[in-house]
Structures are given as C-alpha cells and as structure tokens.
T-cell receptor, first 115, second 110 residues
Framework: KAGVTQTPRYLIKTRGQQVTLSCSPISGHRSVSWYQQTPGQGLQFLFEYFSETQRNKGNFPGRFSGRQFSNSRSEMNVSTLELGDSALYLC??????????????FGEGSRLTVL | GQSLEQPSEVTAVEGAIVQINCTYQTSGFYGLSWYQQHDGGAPTFLSYNALDGLEETGRFSSFLSRSDSYGYLLLQELQMKDSASYFCAVRRNYGQNFVFGPGTRLSVLP
C-alpha cells in the first residue's frame, strides 16, 4: 500500500511569489493535516481537512491556505512568500477523525527554499 | 499558550535503556503521541497514550500521567538505528490537531 505522497519534493522560489504543494494521502485515508517544520520552531500545525472541509487551523497568517478534494487529495498554498517561509512542509493522513490511536502517517515532505 | 518541553539531546550506548521525558501545557488534551524522525526522513509514529499508564510496543514503551501533565518514552536494548530525533506531541482536540515538542536528539554510541 503506497504511503503519503507529496510533490514536489524540493522547490526554490523568490520572495513575493506563491507556491502550491500537493499531498496524496494513503488510500482510504480521509483526514489530511499539514505541518511546517523548521529548525527554530520545530513542527507547527497548519491545518486539518476532512471531507473537503477545514476542521482545524493553526496560528499562521492568511497567506497560508489549503483545500481538500473529493478524492481526499489536498493542496496547500502560500502566497506572497517571505524568507521565513523556508521550511519542510509535511503532510500527514489518517483514516478519519475518530480514531483513537493518535497515529499520523507522514509524507517525506516538500522542502521549500525562499530566496 | 501551548508549550511542550523535552531534553534537547540524549546520548547512550548500544544495549542500554534511555528515557525521554516530556512535560506539556496545552489548552485541550486528548492524548500524547511519540514520533521518531531520522535525518532527512519523515516522522514515524511510535506510540499514543490517551489514558494514564504504560503502553508497551516491543522495545518501546510510553507512559502518561495526565494529572502531572507528563509523559515519557522508554527505549530498551538500544540499537545504532535508534539514533534519531524523538518528538512528543499533544493531541489537543477531537481532530488531528497536534502540538509537537521541540524534539530530543538521541545518539546511540557503539
């Protein structure tokens, strides 16, 4: 069974540009969440999607947005990129929101560098 | 605010036992998870405690005391491949909204 797939794996952008990252969850998984990982701030929650609806949102500015499609695939978008947005963006999936295992399945991440 | 504390680094030798502590202060608590992350890799799930007590999974065990806002991960019979970063993460509410700790870098020496 394929794991969580994130594309692209690496990308370089310049300040002011925008970027879209994609995540395909494990087949059958309906919940997708996004995290930003940086050396200084660690892993920080961005948002969670379930059934095409945003269920939770972290403390990030409105430049960060996301969506989920009917096939559970998700995208996140960052507009007006800043140098501080350079990070590893991780997508995680789980079967649904009701599970009690606390287990998230993470993808390898998309490493964004903003110049 | 939300805060989790873990030791930044731990060093141990092969075959030893190591305990990584995690204390937390969060608004909302559904459970405590532990994840392992090797350099350049994705975090992988190790264990989850929703109730007080000890959970054992092979060489790894995890403990939770909700009254003390404290948990730990116990790794036994350490192997070189256990060298990695370990994160505790509090599940804050009904969904998959986790607050992660800063991570503990474990180095296992021969």
């Amino acid at each position: 069974k394929a794991g969580v797939t994130q594309t692209p794996r690496y990308l370089i952008k310049t300040r002011g540009q925008q970027v879209t990252l994609s995540c395909s969850p494990i087949s059958g998984h309906r919940s997708v969440s996004w995290y930003q990982q940086t050396p200084g701030q660690g892993l920080q929650f961005l948002f969670e999607y379930f059934s095409e609806t945003q269920r939770n949102k972290g403390n990030f500015p409105g430049r960060f947005s996301g969506r989920q499609f009917s096939n559970s695939r998700s995208e996140m978008n960052v507009s007006t990129l800043e140098l501080g947005d350079s990070a590893l963006y991780l997508c995680a999936s789980s079967i649904d929101r009701l599970q009690n295992t606390g287990e998230l399945f993470f993808g390898e991440g998309s490493r964004l560098t903003v110049l | 605010g939300q805060s989790l504390e873990q030791p930044s680094e731990v060093t141990a030798v092969e075959g030893a036992i190591v305990q990584i502590n995690c204390t937390y202060q969060t608004s909302g608590f559904y459970g405590l998870s532990w994840y392992q992350q090797h350099d350049g890799g994705a975090p992988t799930f190790l264990s989850y405690n929703a109730l007080d007590g000890l959970e054992e999974t092979g060489r790894f065990s995890s403990f939770l005391s909700r009254s003390d806002s404290y948990g730990y991960l116990l790794l036994q019979e350490l192997q070189m491949k256990d060298s990695a970063s370990y994160f505790c993460a509090v599940r804050r509410n009904y969904g998959q909204n986790f607050v992660f700790g800063p991570g503990t870098r474990l180095s296992v020496l021969p």
